[in-house]
T-cell receptor, first 114, second 111 residues
Framework: GENVEQHPSTLSVQEGDSAVIKCTYSDSASNYFPWYKQELGKGPQLIIDIRSNVGEKKDQRIAVTLNKTAKHFSLHITETQPEDSAVYFCAAGKWKNYGQNFVFGPGTRLSVLP | NAGVTQTPKFQVLKTGQSMTLQCAQDMNHEYMSWYRQDPGMGLRLIHYSVGAGITDQGEVPNGYNVSRSTTEDFPLRLLSAAPSQTSVYFC??????????FGPGTRLTVT
């Protein structure tokens, strides 16, 4: 089945610097790649996503890139702020029977130091 | 709009006990899912539903039952709790199974 790896597991950056989190997936049939942010004690929140027919997507300080040939995708956060500190999860989605089924990466704990 | 709500927030069970985790959404979403989150691991899909009366298994369905009688509600039942089911459980809903909205979670401990 699908396997999603995520690196690094922890990441500390200075406020204002950029942060990059990388994920690789194994199933070439995966076609949808969302990124979620989870703050302590809360449920994950979708921050950006990309579909397999797109190579890059940007939303203000957040961008995602996808390389389907290499089966990897990355989250880029520029001008980091303390409120970006959280755990970030990537996921790979594939259609199964009735809808998208997702396999999640293990998460990256991002700390933005003021 | 309350979004996705889950009850209870915390629960402690003894091995062998049964319970139902409740999930409700007010966004009129057809797709609803249950995940469990364990330390050092991503979320793993337990069961999902694409509308009233239609459910399907996810990656880790054993030990859990679901049914969906209304669009709003998607309860998760543990028939005989085991310590391996100690986890944080998240419910999610989606309009088209792509963009998912997660609830705040239920932290379950089985002793």
């Amino acid at each position: 089945g699908e396997n999603v790896e995520q690196h690094p597991s922890t990441l500390s950056v200075q406020e204002g610097d950029s942060a990059v989190i990388k994920c690789t997936y194994s199933d070439s049939a995966s076609n949808y790649f969302p990124w979620y942010k989870q703050e302590l004690g809360k449920g994950p929140q979708l921050i950006i996503d990309i579909r397999s027919n797109v190579g890059e997507k940007k939303d203000q300080r957040i961008a995602v890139t996808l390389n389907k040939t290499a089966k990897h995708f990355s989250l880029h956060i520029t001008e980091t702020q303390p409120e970006d500190s959280a755990v970030y999860f990537c996921a790979a989605g594939k259609w199964k029977n009735y809808g998208q089924n997702f396999v999640f990466g293990p998460g990256t704990r991002l700390s933005v130091l003021p | 709009n309350a979004g996705v709500t889950q009850t209870p927030k915390f629960q402690v069970l003894k091995t062998g006990q049964s319970m139902t985790l409740q999930c409700a959404q007010d966004m009129n979403h057809e797709y609803m899912s249950w995940y469990r989150q364990d330390p050092g691991m991503g979320l793993r899909l337990i069961h999902y539903s694409v509308g009233a009366g239609i459910t399907d298994q996810g990656e880790v369905p054993n030990g859990y039952n679901v049914s969906r009688s209304t669009t709003e509600d998607f309860p998760l039942r543990l028939l005989s709790a085991a310590p391996s089911q100690t986890s944080v459980y998240f419910c999610a809903s989606s309009y088209d199974s792509y963009e998912q909205y997660f609830g705040p979670g239920t932290r379950l401990t089985v002793t």
